[in-house]
């Protein structure tokens, strides 16, 4: 039991802030079907500057990992520049630019690192073997009875997590730059009259996006999979897409969601495990969080409340 | 005079903007740009690396079977290329015309790779492991595949009709459904032992004609071909031609208007989705059951996305995704060889296929440069004759009508 609620809680917390991420630029009028690209790009650039610094602060130094992280903020926010200069400058359509950017990503990541890696020690396995980050655990609330495993193994990048999600909700609701971003996503020309840069914020707002989802795509190369290799496109990218839209758009909502989803895997895997199930039935397992938000969904699509002007490049003659 | 002489530079400069911008020709021009764009852009790529581009290039067409290869191993030639290149090219196009079908009611199909998975599956299993005679195992194949597809096209429809659950989200979410869930299936009962792929399917049952010995080459001919180019004149036929056609794009290119109009906005959705899986469906058993002829577990086919890229850079026509489906197969297939003879990984095919896309998504941009600049031009010989005459002669109406179109764009 406690297993769940420890691997559930470390795969939620990249997830909620990969789905952050795609609130961000959706909630500006920018569809973000590219935040799996966002996080692979920003995990890349961030294994890369591991691999690079490692030798240097030695193999062990936790230091390289929070430097690590930093470098896939940045990377993911200039990767995501790409998204953000096709739907606004070149109008491209939005659900298309997030596709291409997608596919661009696994094709550019998995060349550079196979291509690197032949330039750094001669094999060329598309695979940057990295550490894994250290556990901690607090010492007062992991006594509490049954949430306290909540609290137990920790990875640190949960608490900036947390950190980075009341900002990011901070930033949002309770800030001039959050009202305008969000009124760029119902009703541009307001925002225009009002004497705002729709294009500007717009721009901003996607990068944020591909900056948290770096940061979303280094957590889970250092946490489930211990390297960066192209297996980092698993589809989370995906699954933080459907846990926004059925968080309705919303900080809140969505985190909880995002909760939902790690408890319902590792819930499943571990059942699986207890029920004495050969390995082939995690299969099964692991198909559960889909099948609940297909199912979820059914139930609550009909009330959702997708930003307006979303998915429509901003034209300023238009009424 | 000299003034004369002026426009005529300028008409000459615009040339390139006019074929940009021109209704009959921006179908084929833009893509044109797309390609000599992404074809400087992968030359630079491979000019970093220090290689020969023309090199690179060259061993692609000769991976594909365009152009001999320097040396062949025992019993093959260039039509073994050139047949397994068409074997492979034929889901491609099947799975092109799938998104486009999609694309042209407005909807977003990125479920093509699960709706393949899901009826190379079906068909492999029902039919493959038979052992029915070829006559009849073949159809049935084409017919599992139809049928599968469709119904999960259909589903996806319905819920978008019934529920309002965006296509996008609950194509991703049937994509690792169907995933894992035949991944289970294959491990648990049809697994081979020793490759850990599903058992393979029977040569009957297979849309490839194996080891059929043409000229002491031997080679495999692939039945897909046919059913591809077929399938992509049958929908450029509903499209242009009937009123099905019509009114899937009445509805994709504006809901309002097709709802007011009396189309049954609901059904048309679910129908085309149905449509557009019917096609992936085929894609699916020509891939599983003609190319390949085995499953590997819990991986979708990536050709399920760059089927995307080629209806894409296909203008999203049914004929255009034939050439841009032979131009991107020819790298992603002629990547094998091309890393054997120059030495490149042989990813910077689905790199150049990235960059490819990249420039197909800007083909709007490009046209709507070309148009503001033909415009701009149209502006100041306007100007320039009205400050030649100085008499005010009211000649904007052709600009006002342009001004408008730009509105739209």
Request: charged residues 10%; aromatic residues 12%; contains cysteine.
């Amino acid at each position: 039991m406690d297993k769940v609620f420890i691997d559930g809680l470390s795969f939620a917390a990249p997830l909620f802030i990969m789905a952050m991420g795609a609130i961000y630029s959706e909630k500006s009028g920018i569809t973000n079907l590219a935040v799996e690209g966002f996080q692979g790009f920003g995990a890349f650039v961030g294994a890369l500057t591991a691999i690079l610094l490692m030798p240097v602060l030695g193999d062990g130094s936790q230091a390289v990992i929070y430097i690590a992280m930093l470098a896939a903020f940045v990377g993911g926010g200039i990767y995501a520049c790409l998204h953000a200069l096709l739907c606004i400058k070149f109008r491209a359509n939005q659900v298309i630019s997030g596709v291409v950017i997608n596919i661009l990503a696994v094709a550019l990541t998995t060349f550079l690192t196979s291509t690197i890696n032949k330039s750094l020690n001669g094999d060329a396995s598309n695979k940057f073997v990295l550490g894994v980050f250290n556990r901690y655990t607090i010492p007062g609330l992991s006594q509490i009875p049954v949430i306290g495993a909540l609290f137990r193994n920790m990875y640190p990048f949960e608490f900036i997590m947390i950190v980075v999600a009341i900002v990011a909700w901070y930033l949002m609701y309770r800030t001039r730059f959050g009202m305008r971003m969000r009124a760029c996503g119902e009703n541009p020309q307001a925002v225009d009259a009002a004497g705002g840069n729709v294009d500007r914020t717009r721009f901003i707002s996607v990068m944020i996006s591909g900056a948290l989802s770096g940061v979303g795509g280094i957590c889970f190369a250092y946490s489930i999979s211990a390297n960066f290799s192209p297996s980092i496109y698993m589809g989370y990218g995906y699954l933080a897409i459907a846990a926004m839209i059925f968080g309705n758009w919303n900080i809140l909502p969505t985190g909880a969601v995002c909760l939902f989803f790690g408890l319902a895997k590792a819930g499943g895997y571990q059942l699986c495990l207890s029920m004495g199930l050969p390995s082939n039935y995690s299969d099964l397992f692991m198909m559960l969080p889909y099948v609940l938000t297909l199912i979820l969904l059914v139930f609550f699509s009909k009330r959702n409340h997708p930003p307006k002007a979303a998915g429509e490049p901003y034209d300023k003659g238009k009424r | 005079m000299s003034k004369q002489n002026k426009p005529q530079t300028r008409q000459k400069k615009a040339w390139f903007s006019a074929l940009l911008d021109s209704e009959k020709w921006n179908g084929l021009t833009i893509p044109m740009l797309t390609i000599l764009l992404t074809l400087v852009a992968a030359s630079i790529i491979l000019l970093v690396m220090g290689k020969n581009p023309l090199v690179a290039f060259l061993s692609f067409l000769q991976g594909s079977g365009f152009f001999p290869k320097a040396s062949y191993g025992g019993g093959q030639g260039i039509l073994t290329d050139l047949f397994n290149f068409m074997n492979i090219l034929a889901p491609m196009i099947l799975a092109a015309l799938a998104f486009v079908v999609g694309f042209k009611a407005g909807l977003f199909n990125i479920g093509i790779a699960g709706q393949m998975l899901a009826s190379g599956f079906l068909a492999t299993v029902i039919i493959g492991y038979s052992g029915l005679s070829a006559v009849l195992a073949k159809p049935l194949v084409l017919v599992i595949g139809i049928v599968a597809g469709g119904l999960l096209g259909a589903l996806v429809g319905w819920l978008k009709y019934k529920f309002n659950i965006h296509e996008v989200v609950s194509t991703i979410m049937l994509n690792y459904i169907i995933s894992y869930l035949c991944g289970f299936f294959i491990n648990t009962y049809f697994a081979d032992s020793l490759t850990r792929s599903s058992k393979i399917c029977s040569d009957s049952a297979r849309l490839t004609w194996t080891n059929v010995n043409i000229g002491g080459v031997k080679c495999n001919l692939p039945l897909g071909i046919v059913l591809a180019v077929a399938a992509a004149f049958l929908v450029k036929f509903i499209f242009d031609r009937t009123v099905f056609g019509f009114e899937l794009k009445a509805v994709g290119t504006n809901v309002r208007c097709a709802r007011y109009t009396g189309i049954n906005v609901g059904r048309r959705l679910v129908f085309s989705m149905a449509f557009s899986g019917m096609l992936a469906g085929l894609a699916g058993v020509t891939y599983y059951c003609g190319y390949y002829n085995t499953i590997v577990p819990k991986s979708l086919a990536s050709m399920g996305y760059d089927a995307i890229s080629v209806a894409l850079l296909g203008n999203s026509a049914p004929i255009g995704a034939i050439f841009a489906g032979i131009l991107i197969t020819i790298f992603q297939y002629g990547s094998n060889y091309m890393s054997s003879t120059v030495g490149v990984p042989k990813e910077i095919a689905s790199l150049i296929t990235g960059i490819l896309l990249l420039f197909s998504a800007c083909g709007g941009y490009f046209r709507y440069m070309a148009h503001r600049r033909l415009e701009r031009e149209k502006d100041e010989e306007i100007e320039a004759s009205r400050a030649a005459k100085s008499a005010g002669e009211p000649a904007e109406s052709p600009n006002a009508e342009n001004r408008e179109k730009e509105g739209k764009l």
